[in-house]
């Protein structure tokens, strides 16, 4: 084990061994390269095309974006620890860490909720849309959510670091981890960061149930639409993002409910990974799978090349 710093922090991670390290800095290294490669190709695609303008497509590139950043702030340092046979990570590099996670958990609901309204707009109100969904209102709607998730990230990332620690600075966890952070305050300093979680689940709350409104009348409209083939499509559009959406709250809430031990076991581990890799990894494959305009342009960009 590394002499560690007392500026900085020790990420136990997965394992003390280091033939196990290597295989888990290899899986890692693998899912990122899905990640970065089907993230930027959805970026590059609906950038280029100009099939792909419309207001689903934009936001589908800020997800991805988002989802770049999501799993770039945390998997390469656990890649380089892991290969270097390193478990320190200094201060400012963890401040960093917890901001960028914060910022992109804060910011990833929202995104979704935002792309439900556009999902719920064209389905219950077809004639308005053009309206209601103009240039100016998706602009607006993405820097209100990155506002709005940064304002919350410096909130929790301020009430995290704002605490004293006691004894050393271990986190049982392969990245700089909130919990496992607010598990080395030398009492109950961090009623702040507590005040903080509550406030952004209860936002977080507020979006699940915007999502699940504007589901409920999409799904009931579809449902009437006297066309098999409108249906199709309308399903076909709606239910990747809504996978995705699943995912997204069904790994976090696991993550956020399960017992946090000092000692992780195999369970921990995979919640882990389904919560701060999986979202991002998949997210670009369940959005192109179904998706016949993207595997349309995807195909135009290779003939091309």
Known sequence: MDNFNTSGFLLM?????????????????????????GNILIISITSMDDSLNSPMY???KHLSFLDLCYISGIVPKFIYNSLMQSRSIFFWECVFQCFVFSVCASVELPMLTVMSYDH???????????????????IHGV??????????????????????????????????????????????????????TVFTF??????????????????????????AEGRAKAFS???????????????GTFEFLKP??????????LLTILYTVVPPTFNPMIYSLRNKVIKTAIRKVFQRK
């Open 260 to 269: 946090h031990s000092d000692t992780p076991t195999a369970l921990d581990i």
């Open 143 to 196: 820097v209100g959510v990155w506002v709005g998730g940064t304002i919350s990230g410096v909130m929790h990332t301020a009430a995290t670091f704002s605490i004293h620690f006691c004894g050393p600075r271990v986190i049982h966890q392969f990245f700089c981890d909130i919990p496992q952070i607010l598990k080395l305050s030398c009492s109950s300093e961090f009623k702040n960061e507590i005040n903080v």
């Open 202 to 227: 209860l936002l977080s709350f507020g979006c699940v149930i915007f999502i699940g409104f504007s589901y409920v009348h999409i799904f009931s409209t579809v449902l009437r639409m006297p066309s």
């Open 237 to 251: 559009t709606c239910l990747p993002h809504l996978v995705v959406v699943e995912l997204f709250i069904t790994t």
């Open 13 to 37: 991670g997965f394992s003390t061994k280091s033939e196990l390290e290597v295989f888990y800095a290899s899986v890692f290294f693998v899912l990122y390269l899905v990640a970065l490669t």
């Open 58 to 60: 934009f936001f589908l």
């Open 120 to 138: 719920y707009v064209p389905i219950c109100l077809p004639l308005r849309y053009d309206i209601i969904m103009n240039v100016r209102t998706c």
